[in-house]
């Protein structure tokens, strides 16, 4: 009987590890499938609105692609380079303006009309960082500044060279602003 009893209790133990041990194999594949925060950016998912995991790398990736001439499309731009900002101020502890992560909200399967205040909105950012003393030397956006002014929303050739201007100038504020010690 104590033979029978002992065996018995085996079983129960092993069963009950193994029941343990599937159920945790199960809360990792479902955590696996959530999107999950990664240093305060959401892990991107096909078709989803969130930060990519590196939003500079993304618009600079982007941006210097040319498909088209009527590349890069504004609405992607404007929210990719929105995010690159937001990513470049959260590193260097500075909040982001509400109007800038309303760009980053900008979803390309809307009709998002973009204007021309978008693009201050990205300057003023810019501006903002400058100021804020976190980054290495000054961020010149006197350049950008202008190509601003001669933003105009329509569909001409000349419109479209001066927003693929801008994107390229923002690119290049990107790649300079470097955190102080960093």
């Given at each position: 009987m104590?033979?029978?009893?002992?065996?018995?209790?085996?079983?129960l133990l092993f069963v009950s590890i193994s029941s343990c041990n599937n159920n945790q194999q199960g809360n990792i594949e479902d955590d696996e499938d959530q999107d999950i925060r990664i240093e305060g950016h959401q892990k991107q998912t096909a078709g989803d609105d969130a930060y990519p995991e590196n939003a500079v790398g993304e618009y600079l990736d982007y941006i210097s692609q040319d498909r088209s001439a009527d590349y890069p499309d504004p609405e992607k731009a404007l929210k990719l380079l929105a995010a690159a900002i937001s990513e470049k101020n959260e590193v260097a502890g500075i909040s982001s303006g509400n109007e800038l992560q309303k760009l980053t909200n900008i979803n390309e399967t809307k009709d998002y009309n973009i204007n021309?205040?978008?693009?201050?909105?990205?300057?003023?950012?810019?501006?903002?960082?400058?100021n804020s003393g976190s980054f290495e030397g000054e961020i010149d956006t006197k350049e950008l500044e202008k190509t601003v002014k001669e933003i105009r929303i329509n569909n001409d050739e000349t419109s479209n060279d001066n927003i693929r201007i801008f994107f390229k100038q923002s690119g290049e504020l990107l790649?300079?602003?470097?955190?102080?010690?960093?």
């Open positions: 104590k033979e029978l009893f002992k065996f018995l209790t085996g079983v021309k205040s978008d693009f201050v909105t990205i300057l003023n950012s810019f501006e903002d960082s400058s790649q300079n602003m470097d955190v102080k010690g960093n």
